[in-house]
């Protein structure tokens, strides 16, 4: 029969603050990423111009008339 290894060596890693402060750093380090792209993508949209639709389609009244267009 083998030699019994005692528990702490047997065990593959440690638990408890470094496996939690690692995943807390990343999870800190992506909202602070997540919030810089936010902050970029509002900038670019406030820089794009609006484009407003031609109103060519839609008859202008005159003194509560229509164009001649819309009678033919």
Do not use: H
Not at 22 to 34: K, N, S
């Amino acid at each position: 029969m083998p030699d019994k290894i005692p528990p702490r060596k047997a065990r593959q890693g440690r638990k408890g603050l470094p496996v939690l402060l690692v995943l807390v750093v990343a999870l800190i380090l992506l909202m602070i990423g997540w919030w810089a792209v936010e902050i970029y993508g509002v900038a670019l949209d406030e820089q794009q111009p609006v484009e407003m639709p031609s109103s060519t389609e839609i008859p202008i009244e005159r003194s509560g008339q229509v164009e001649a267009d819309e009678e033919l």
